[in-house]
């Protein structure tokens, strides 16, 4: 098994694959998709709630997959449980001077969870948690000596 540095697997090429989507993120109006509203059927039933996203955020989402944004072999059930996370997600002085990795932690915990909770994605552009994700990046993309 090849043993990599963090460096190798955040270089400008990996960093620039999502600071590119910045200027579209900061956009007066973005929105990164839409709810269902809850309706009841005649039945009584209820439909059940989806998320729809726009084409950029889903461009978003693939491109973080390819780049390596989401990590394979992570156990994010289990960080998500510790300081790190809630630190980061809460405190933006933290998410300002987040490593790359801490980034694709927290990016490999949007991501995933929303396949298991529809919507989480979406709350995490909502609140600006992705935006401040996104700057981030690309603050480390403006640094990154290039490839």
């Known amino acids: 098994m090849v043993n990599l540095k963090m460096s190798d697997l955040f270089g400008a090429q990996q960093l620039n ?13 973005f929105v ?19 998320v729809t996203y726009t084409a950029r955020v889903l461009e978003f989402e693939q ?16 960080w998500i449980q510790t300081a790190e996370p809630k630190r980061l997600r809460d405190d933006p002085e933290a998410l300002a001077k987040a490593t790359p990795h801490q980034l694709a932690k927290l990016l490999t915990v949007l991501i995933r969870q929303d ?3 529809e919507g989480a994605l979406l709350d995490a552009f909502s609140s600006g948690l992705m935006l401040r994700i996104v700057r981030r990046i690309a603050a480390l993309a403006q640094d990154a000596p290039p490839e």
């Open 17 to 29: 694959a999502l600071a590119q989507f910045l200027s579209d993120f900061e956009k007066a109006g």
């Open 115 to 117: 396949r298991f909770c």
């Open 63 to 78: 491109a973080a997959y390819k780049h390596k944004w989401v990590l394979p072999n992570f156990d994010w059930g289990e």
């Open 32 to 50: 990164a998709g839409q709810d269902s509203d809850l309706e009841r059927n005649p039945d009584g039933s209820f439909n059940a709630y989806y």
